[in-house]
């Protein structure tokens, strides 16, 4: 079965500034692919960024970015100067087979 | 608005009561995926289609719950004999099958209270 954790139920951050959100995960798999997903305020959930597990260089997507730890099966999600836009819930999901296995999410709160 | 559209958008129904969701994936989608959201929690994978074949059911999937793709476009979750364990948002969400690497595309999903 797989897991992903997520650690931190709710993170804030000072406009401008920089956030990292942290996603564990467990798996017996050898492929997969990680993702983290964003879900703003009564609106439907995007992709934000997306990494492939046998690929060491980490994923970036102008402002957000991750740290993949594959032996430490760590996924975080750096997130660069922050937006008043970027207050959502932020989920951490990873794919074996056909399913999505999706974390509990943290609540970031981007501070004017 | 090509995305993924789910309906109605907010259910209230009475204990017992029969409710059936629609969920129109993206077109050229052939995979649709069932997702079930309580607060505080993230999405629980209920079910699985490609085209129009059902491939995977979660345990989450009681015997009340049928879902069907019928010509392998539009879904409808149905849930019988309600429950107030039921309450939840129910998400859709389609991808292409490009070797599992796809990204899903959600809808805004469907918000069910059972009183």
């Known amino acids: 079965a797989q897991t992903v954790t997520q650690s931190q139920p709710e993170m804030s951050v000072q406009e401008a500034e920089t956030v990292t959100l942290s996603c564990t995960y467990d798996?017996?798999?050898?492929?997969?692919?990680l993702f983290w997903y964003k879900q703003p305020p009564s609106r439907q959930m995007i992709l934000v960024i997306r990494q492939e597990a046998y690929k060491q260089q980490n994923a970036t997507e102008n402002r957000f970015s991750v740290n993949f730890q594959k032996a430490a099966k760590s996924f975080s999600l750096k997130i660069s100067d922050s937006q008043l836009g970027d207050t959502a819930m932020y989920f951490c999901a990873i794919i074996t087979g056909n399913q999505f296995y999706f974390g509990t999410g943290t609540s970031l709160t981007v501070i004017p | 608005d090509t995305g993924v559209s789910q309906d109605p958008r907010h259910k209230i129904t009475k204990r017992g009561q029969n409710v059936t969701f629609r969920c129109d994936p993206i077109s050229e989608h052939n995979r649709l995926y069932w997702y079930r959201q309580t607060l505080g929690q993230g999405p629980e994978f209920l079910t699985y289609?490609?085209?129009?074949?059902?491939?995977?059911k979660s345990r989450l999937l009681s015997d009340r719950f049928s879902a069907e793709r019928p010509k392998g476009s539009f879904s409808t979750l149905e849930i019988q004999r309600t429950e107030q364990g039921d309450s939840a948002m129910y998400l859709c969400?389609?991808?292409?099958?490009?070797?599992?690497?796809?990204?899903?595309?959600f809808g805004e999903g469907s918000r069910l209270t059972v009183l």
């Open positions: 289609f490609q085209n129009e074949a059902q491939l995977e």
């Open positions: 969400a389609s991808s292409q099958e490009v070797a599992n690497t796809g990204e899903l595309f």
């Open positions: 798996t017996s798999e050898s492929n997969y692919y």
